[in-house]
Structure formats: structure tokens, C-alpha cells
């Protein structure tokens, strides 16, 4: 028999310890990860050929154990504490009062602010380097055992780095499950017909208090630090700064927005900054954290109960709360999409207080399977449409109704489809359904389609209730006495308002092809339409290829201009237009024609591959386009690179119109072959 090949073990171990840490810590591997498998498949290799080699700070413990009957107690020996916590600004400034008040005059006062991430905390004792055991908290006094698990975490160190790690030192942080990760991690579990995980938090507890290690091996656990125990060691820190770079030297994840405040107002700042940056961080945070720097000055200030003197957690306000379901109306938009809304008791949430809440589509509430008057968990985060993350069964009434999507259209009766690459549900009623027309309406009397003045929202629900209206055509049949007779209507505003029809009489092509509300036909669309074609007849007869070549349109656009033309209906209305006079020759604005998207509102979300955000911006704003860094319903048109994220959810929420990047590029091309479209300056 060969004699273990020592040396080569422990350089193959100290080499993947650097790779995990490259990867798992610093966020910044070297080598791909299919190099590192390799290497580690040679590790075990050498494991399986050599017992007697095997260290325990070797790689391969990270697929974890043998499953446990049960978790041993442990003793923490110093509390593991939690912190205070201070729910507005005043708190906040008691909180810098009292530190003040219990130290010396002129002794003056850092602070060190962070994240707070949102997990479960974990305390890790290592002995000359080696990990030994880890913790969780428990009551602060006595935590479980759960080293086999904690030993799966790729980010927590099994052996620390540096030539002279500390004797003893207890490690305190968070484990927690980034966003992407948990992302992935429900969508396996919902092919294996598992139970999904409520949220990122829950999944991580679940997961670090598994008996069976080799299943917390595969969760994406992360752990990153933020204080310190136990310490016996030659050098000690003396701030908590300190601490945490002392940390990071020894191998650990410190979270990278740690800052140091000199006086409480910037820790507000800090406060106010994350709050903003809450929605895009990668992982779910509820606060901050805010602790004196000076150690000494930390000692001095000692605990009370359970919490330290020293330190203090500054909330956001809860993204999630519950409340009552009260019942779920149905809203038919333009397009005949109807979206349900579940109506709620008011509920104060994420910063503001919620009354209703979107349940998307179909699919959306044949997940939450609600029933009449359940009560629900709502969430919102940023400044995100709230939503119903679930419902809480247990409290579910006896023999609750369950609520069915409608078969029908909740509006007009027609039948409802749903288009096999859609989650939205369609109402097929078109123009015989009140909800469209009266949205039609609305956007055929706007101010850059017809532009009707004086004929708001209001009045056009009753014109269209009373049956006043039911087509664009009728706008234009109104008379003194219909006017007069409606709410709110004098002589003189229905004076006005008839006058504003007439002159509506004459307009141009593009505000007529828009006004005409062809899905996903925007104003910059429907300038490009009317320059190229120059007729509405010519419009009508273009053949689906003609109009997939055509820059700035595509081919989903395409296909729904084809549509709509080949609904006799829509020929229908336009005839009467014509027949009662409508004048919508192709009027060229020259100012207009070098500025197409004037007046429009672009919006743009994820990566573009072809140019930067930047060059997309200041194309577009040199074709007039106003740029908004949020989706509204003020919002043209969404331009979606790759990774689109919650604008695009949100965009589709409110039917903005969606442009791909590369139907983006053909735009722009499309203005550089166009002399007259193109930008001079
Ligand atoms: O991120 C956290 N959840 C967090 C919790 C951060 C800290 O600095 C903490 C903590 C709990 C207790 N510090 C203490 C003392």
C-alpha cells in the first residue's frame, strides 16, 4: 500500500478553501465552477482511497452528514442578545440621548450603521482556527447544536484565515437566503410537488434547523457577520468597526454597506438611504442597525434586560401585514383584460395604508384559492403594487364561499377567453361592453388622440350608462339637450364641450391612428404608421410583412394593427368617422416629424445588450422622449433589456405598452434612414 499523499491533500484543501471563499465571500471567483468541481471530485477521490487523510476543515463536509435524532443544547457563554427597536426618528434620537446621557461630556460619539438583515441568527465558536461548533440563539441563553449544518454554509469559514488566528472566538451573524436563490429554490420545490416556502426568512430558519444536514447542504444558506463573542486572542479590536474588518481578515461575509456615522442625524440618513435602496438590495433587510463604535464605551454602557445599551435597531415599516379580505371586484380594461381586485379593510403597510390589493389574473387566483371574507397576508415592497401573498387558513371561516373567477364578463356578459401564451383574461365583447368602450372613449377624446376638451372620466360614464354613446361615431350626435341633461352639465360647459367636439373634427393622421387604440400602438407608432402609409386606406390594406419590416413596429404590433383592421366592426366605425366628416389627412408636422416620441414617456428596465442605459436614454431623448426612471400609468412605452425585473411586472399590471430591445434598435434605425425623422441639431 502507497503511503497517503499528505502534502498533496492539504494543498488540494488550502487551494478549494481560497476558491469557496473567492466565490462564496468575496463574490468574485477566479476560476469557473466546473474547474472547481473537478478539483473536488480529486479531493474526495483522495478522501475515499485515504481515510486516514481526511481534516476537518476538508471540502468536502460541505455536503453534509449523517441526519440527527434530535439537536443538543448549548449554552451560550455570553447572552446572545437582540436589539431594541425604534419605529420612528424620535426613537431614534431617545436612543442617542440616553448614550449621551450616560457618557462622559466630551467624550464624543461614533456610531457604526448597517443592514439589518432579515434571517436567523447564528453564533459559530472557532478553536485555533478550526470551526467547533456552531448555535443558534434559542432564548439568548441556550441555543441548538447545529454545527453539521452550519458546516454546509459556504460562506462560513471551516478554518479561519491567517497564520495567527485568535485562541477562541465566537462569531455572531445572520443566515439568510438571497432573493434569487429563494426564487429558485420554490420553483424546484414546486416541480417535486413540494410545499413552497412562504418567504426567504422562513426558509432559512426551516433550513438551518434541519436534522438531516445533507438537505441543509443544498439550500442556499449565505451568513454574514456582525459582532463578535467570545474573543480570546493576542490582539483585540477596539471599535466595532474594528471588529468587523478584524472579521472579514478571518475569512468572513461582512455586509458591504456598513458605514461609520459621527453623529445620529447621519444615521438617519443612512436610514433613509436604505429605505430607498430596500427593493433592489438582493436579500431582505427590516432595518438598520445602529451600535456605538468604541468597545469601551459599549462596556460602559452595558445591557439592560436583553438588549444592549449600546445598540439599536431602526424598523422599516413592515412590508407584510394582515387584514380582511372584504370581496374582489373586477376590472375590464381597454383591451378587455380584466384584472381582479381584492377589496381590503384598510391596513396600514409598507408605509402606506392599503385598501386594495391586485390579484393579477386567473392563474393568480387559482394560487391563492381565496374564499369570501378570508383573511389574507398583503405585502408591499417599494413602491410595487401591493399584492395577496396568501391566505391564512387557520383562521378561514367555517363553510367559507369559495371566490370563482367569472365565466362571464363581469361588465357586459360576453364570453371570456384566455389566449394559450397569456395569463390575462379577455373579455370578447369589444365594443359591446361598456368598461372598453368607455375606456375607448376616454382615450379617443385625449389630449394627444382627439383631443376633446371638457369630456372627463365622469361625464363619459354617463354618457356611455344612460347609452348616450356606444361608439366613437355617436361623440359626434350629441346635442345641446343630451348634454344639459346630464349631472353636472350646464349651457355653458356643454356649450364648451360641443365646440371642443367639432373642432375635433379636423385632426391628423397619427392622432387618429393612436386615438383609434389599436393595441400596442403608442403615439411614436402611430407617427411612423401614418409617415409611412400617408392613407388610412393604405394603412388598412398593408399586408402583415409589410408592417413587420417597418422600424419601430415588429411583429407582435403588426399582428394586432392586421387584427384590428380585419374586424369589420373597427372598419365600421371608422366608416361612420368618414361618413360624418372626420378630416384626418396626413397633416406633416416638420417639428413634430424631427421629434416623433414628443410628449411621450419611456421608461427603461433591465440590460441593454446592444448599448448602455445611458446611449438608450439620450436616444430617445433625442427624439423628444421624456425618460422616467418608474413605471405610471403616465408611462408611453417600457423598453425591456434582459433581467427585467419589477417594472416589467408592473408595466404589464397597467398595460403599458412593451417594446423588446430589438424592435428598440430597428426604431432607431428605421429614425436615421428617415431624412426627415432624422435628429439634427
Ligand atoms: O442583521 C441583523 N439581523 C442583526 C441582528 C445585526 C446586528 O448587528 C445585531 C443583531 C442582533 C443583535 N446585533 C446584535 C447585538
Given at each position: 500500500m502507497t503511503a497517503p499523499p499528505v502534502q498533496a491533500y492539504r494543498a488540494l484543501v488550502k487551494e478549494l478553501q481560497f476558491h469557496n471563499h473567492r466565490y462564496h465571500v468575496l463574490d468574485?471567483?477566479?476560476?469557473?465552477?466546473?474547474?472547481?468541481?473537478?478539483?473536488?471530485?480529486?479531493?474526495?477521490?483522495?478522501?475515499?482511497?485515504?481515510?486516514?487523510?481526511?481534516?476537518?476543515?476538508?471540502?468536502?463536509?460541505?455536503?453534509?452528514?449523517?441526519?440527527?435524532?434530535?439537536?443538543?443544547?448549548?449554552?451560550?457563554?455570553?447572552?446572545?442578545?437582540?436589539?431594541?427597536?425604534?419605529?420612528?426618528?424620535?426613537?431614534?434620537?431617545?436612543?442617542?440621548r440616553r448614550v449621551a446621557e450616560?457618557?462622559?461630556?466630551?467624550?464624543?460619539?461614533?456610531?457604526?450603521?448597517?443592514?439589518?438583515?432579515?434571517?436567523?441568527?447564528?453564533?459559530?465558536?472557532?478553536?485555533?482556527?478550526?470551526?467547533?461548533?456552531?448555535?443558534?440563539?434559542?432564548?439568548?441563553?441556550?441555543?441548538?447544536?447545529?454545527?453539521?449544518?452550519?458546516?454546509?454554509?459556504?460562506?462560513?469559514?471551516?478554518?479561519?484565515?491567517?497564520?495567527?488566528?485568535?485562541n477562541l472566538i465566537e462569531v455572531r451573524g445572520e443566515v439568510y437566503i438571497p432573493h434569487k436563490d429563494f426564487d429558485r429554490l420554490n420553483s424546484l420545490s414546486d416541480k417535486v410537488g413540494d410545499k413552497k416556502f412562504v418567504n426567504p426568512r422562513n426558509a432559512a430558519a426551516g433550513s438551518l434547523r434541519q436534522l438531516d444536514s445533507k438537505i441543509t447542504a443544498r439550500r442556499p444558506l449565505v451568513m454574514s457577520v456582525y459582532g463578535v463573542g467570545l474573543l480570546e486572542s493576542a490582539v483585540k479590536?477596539?471599535?466595532?468597526?474594528?471588529?468587523?474588518?478584524?472579521?472579514?481578515?478571518?475569512?468572513?461575509?461582512?455586509?458591504?454597506?456598513?458605514?461609520?456615522?459621527?453623529?445620529?442625524f447621519q444615521c438617519e440618513n443612512f436610514y433613509k438611504a436604505l429605505a430607498e435602496q430596500r427593493a433592489s438590495l438582493p436579500y431582505d433587510i427590516d432595518g438598520i442597525v445602529i451600535k456605538v463604535n468604541s468597545l469601551d464605551i459599549q462596556r460602559r454602557l452595558g445591557t439592560v434586560l436583553r438588549s444592549p445599551r449600546w445598540a439599536i435597531a431602526r424598523k422599516f415599516p413592515a412590508q407584510e401585514e394582515m387584514t380582511r379580505l372584504l370581496a374582489v371586484e373586477y376590472q375590464v380594461g381597454r383591451t378587455g383584460v380584466i384584472t381582479p381586485v381584492g377589496r381590503l379593510e384598510p391596513v396600514?403597510?409598507?408605509?402606506?395604508?392599503?385598501?386594495?390589493?391586485?390579484?393579477?389574473?386567473?392563474?393568480?387566483?387559482?394560487?391563492?384559492?381565496?374564499?369570501?371574507?378570508?383573511?389574507?397576508?398583503?405585502?408591499?415592497?417599494?413602491?410595487?403594487?401591493?399584492?395577496i401573498?396568501?391566505?391564512?387558513?387557520?383562521?378561514?371561516?367555517?363553510?367559507a364561499r369559495v371566490i370563482k373567477f367569472p365565466q362571464y364578463c363581469p361588465v357586459c356578459g360576453s364570453d371570456i377567453e384566455q389566449l394559450p401564451d397569456e395569463a390575462a383574461v379577455r373579455c370578447t365583447g369589444g365594443m359591446s361592453c361598456p368598461a372598453q368602450v368607455k375606456q375607448a372613449i376616454n382615450h379617443f377624446v385625449s389630449r394627444k388622440a382627439m383631443n376633446i376638451e371638457g369630456l372627463g372620466v365622469k361625464l363619459v360614464e354617463q354618457l356611455v350608462d344612460r347609452g348616450h354613446v356606444q361608439s366613437f361615431s355617436d361623440l359626434y350626435r350629441l346635442d345641446m339637450d343630451t348634454l344639459c341633461s346630464l349631472e353636472r352639465m350646464a349651457k355653458k360647459s356643454s356649450d364648451k364641450l360641443?365646440?371642443?367636439?367639432?373642432?375635433?373634427?379636423?385632426?391628423?393622421?397619427?392622432?387618429?391612428?393612436?386615438?383609434?387604440?389599436?393595441?400596442?400602438?403608442?403615439?411614436?407608432?402611430?407617427?411612423?404608421?401614418?409617415?409611412?402609409?400617408?392613407?388610412?386606406?393604405?394603412?388598412?390594406?398593408?399586408?402583415?410583412?409589410?408592417?413587420?419590416?417597418?422600424?419601430?413596429?415588429?411583429?407582435?404590433?403588426?399582428?394586432?394593427i392586421v387584427d384590428f383592421f380585419s374586424e369589420s366592426k373597427n372598419i365600421t366605425v371608422i366608416n361612420e368617422l368618414r361618413a360624418i366628416g372626420l378630416k384626418f389627412d396626413h397633416v406633416i408636422?416638420?417639428?413634430?416629424?424631427?421629434?416623433?416620441?414628443?410628449?411621450?414617456?419611456?421608461?427603461?428596465?433591465?440590460?441593454?445588450?446592444?448599448?448602455?442605459?445611458?446611449?438608450?436614454?439620450?436616444?430617445?431623448?433625442?427624439?423628444?422622449?421624456?425618460?422616467?426612471?418608474?413605471?405610471?400609468?403616465?408611462?408611453?412605452?417600457?423598453?425591456?433589456?434582459?433581467?427585467?425585473?419589477?417594472?416589467l411586472e408592473k408595466a404589464k399590471l397597467l398595460e403599458v405598452p412593451l417594446m423588446y430591445e430589438k424592435e428598440f434598435a430597428i426604431l432607431l434605425m428605421s429614425q436615421q434612414a428617415h431624412p426627415r425623422l432624422n435628429v439634427e441639431k
Amino acid at each position: 500500500m502507497t503511503a497517503p499523499p499528505v502534502q498533496a491533500y492539504r494543498a488540494l484543501v488550502k487551494e478549494l478553501q481560497f476558491h469557496n471563499h473567492r466565490y462564496h465571500v468575496l463574490d468574485d471567483p477566479l476560476i469557473p465552477d466546473g474547474e472547481y468541481d473537478r478539483k473536488l471530485l480529486q479531493l474526495q477521490t483522495m478522501e475515499s482511497t485515504f481515510p486516514t487523510l481526511v481534516d476537518d476543515d476538508s471540502p468536502s463536509h460541505r455536503v453534509g452528514g449523517k441526519p440527527l435524532s434530535e439537536f443538543s443544547q448549548i449554552s451560550h457563554s455570553l447572552p446572545m442578545l437582540s436589539l431594541e427597536n425604534a419605529f420612528d426618528s424620535k426613537a431614534l434620537m431617545d436612543f442617542d440621548r440616553r448614550v449621551a446621557e450616560r457618557t462622559n461630556e466630551k467624550e464624543k460619539v461614533d456610531y457604526v450603521c448597517e443592514p439589518k438583515l432579515d434571517g436567523v441568527a447564528l453564533s459559530l465558536l472557532y478553536r485555533d482556527g478550526m470551526l467547533e461548533r456552531a448555535a443558534t440563539r434559542g432564548d439568548g441563553a441556550t441555543g441548538e447544536d447545529v454545527t453539521a449544518n452550519a458546516r454546509t454554509i459556504r460562506s462560513v469559514p471551516l478554518r479561519l484565515q491567517g497564520d495567527s488566528p485568535p485562541n477562541l472566538i465566537e462569531v455572531r451573524g445572520e443566515v439568510y437566503i438571497p432573493h434569487k436563490d429563494f426564487d429558485r429554490l420554490n420553483s424546484l420545490s414546486d416541480k417535486v410537488g413540494d410545499k413552497k416556502f412562504v418567504n426567504p426568512r422562513n426558509a432559512a430558519a426551516g433550513s438551518l434547523r434541519q436534522l438531516d444536514s445533507k438537505i441543509t447542504a443544498r439550500r442556499p444558506l449565505v451568513m454574514s457577520v456582525y459582532g463578535v463573542g467570545l474573543l480570546e486572542s493576542a490582539v483585540k479590536p477596539n471599535t466595532h468597526f474594528e471588529t468587523l474588518v478584524y472579521l472579514k481578515q478571518l475569512g468572513f461575509l461582512v455586509n458591504s454597506h456598513v458605514t461609520v456615522a459621527t453623529d445620529i442625524f447621519q444615521c438617519e440618513n443612512f436610514y433613509k438611504a436604505l429605505a430607498e435602496q430596500r427593493a433592489s438590495l438582493p436579500y431582505d433587510i427590516d432595518g438598520i442597525v445602529i451600535k456605538v463604535n468604541s468597545l469601551d464605551i459599549q462596556r460602559r454602557l452595558g445591557t439592560v434586560l436583553r438588549s444592549p445599551r449600546w445598540a439599536i435597531a431602526r424598523k422599516f415599516p413592515a412590508q407584510e401585514e394582515m387584514t380582511r379580505l372584504l370581496a374582489v371586484e373586477y376590472q375590464v380594461g381597454r383591451t378587455g383584460v380584466i384584472t381582479p381586485v381584492g377589496r381590503l379593510e384598510p391596513v396600514f403597510v409598507g408605509g402606506v395604508t392599503v385598501r386594495n390589493a391586485t390579484l393579477h389574473n386567473l392563474d393568480e387566483m387559482a394560487r391563492l384559492n381565496l374564499c369570501a371574507h378570508d383573511t389574507v397576508i398583503v405585502r408591499r415592497a417599494g413602491d410595487v403594487i401591493p399584492k395577496i401573498v396568501r391566505v391564512v387558513k387557520e383562521y378561514r371561516l367555517p363553510n367559507a364561499r369559495v371566490i370563482k373567477f367569472p365565466q362571464y364578463c363581469p361588465v357586459c356578459g360576453s364570453d371570456i377567453e384566455q389566449l394559450p401564451d397569456e395569463a390575462a383574461v379577455r373579455c370578447t365583447g369589444g365594443m359591446s361592453c361598456p368598461a372598453q368602450v368607455k375606456q375607448a372613449i376616454n382615450h379617443f377624446v385625449s389630449r394627444k388622440a382627439m383631443n376633446i376638451e371638457g369630456l372627463g372620466v365622469k361625464l363619459v360614464e354617463q354618457l356611455v350608462d344612460r347609452g348616450h354613446v356606444q361608439s366613437f361615431s355617436d361623440l359626434y350626435r350629441l346635442d345641446m339637450d343630451t348634454l344639459c341633461s346630464l349631472e353636472r352639465m350646464a349651457k355653458k360647459s356643454s356649450d364648451k364641450l360641443l365646440k371642443s367636439i367639432q373642432a375635433s373634427r379636423k385632426t391628423n393622421l397619427t392622432k387618429f391612428i393612436y386615438a383609434l387604440g389599436i393595441r400596442e400602438v403608442g403615439e411614436g407608432c402611430a407617427q411612423i404608421l401614418a409617415s409611412r402609409f400617408k392613407s388610412l386606406e393604405d394603412l388598412i390594406e398593408g399586408p402583415l410583412e409589410e408592417l413587420v419590416e417597418i422600424g419601430g413596429v415588429g411583429p407582435v404590433v403588426a399582428r394586432h394593427i392586421v387584427d384590428f383592421f380585419s374586424e369589420s366592426k373597427n372598419i365600421t366605425v371608422i366608416n361612420e368617422l368618414r361618413a360624418i366628416g372626420l378630416k384626418f389627412d396626413h397633416v406633416i408636422n416638420e417639428e413634430a416629424m424631427s421629434r416623433p416620441l414628443e410628449g411621450q414617456t419611456w421608461v427603461i428596465t433591465g440590460n441593454l445588450d446592444s448599448m448602455s442605459r445611458e446611449d438608450a436614454k439620450v436616444a430617445l431623448q433625442n427624439l423628444g422622449a421624456k425618460v422616467s426612471s418608474s413605471v405610471s400609468a403616465k408611462t408611453t412605452q417600457l423598453l425591456i433589456g434582459s433581467n427585467a425585473g419589477s417594472k416589467l411586472e408592473k408595466a404589464k399590471l397597467l398595460e403599458v405598452p412593451l417594446m423588446y430591445e430589438k424592435e428598440f434598435a430597428i426604431l432607431l434605425m428605421s429614425q436615421q434612414a428617415h431624412p426627415r425623422l432624422n435628429v439634427e441639431k
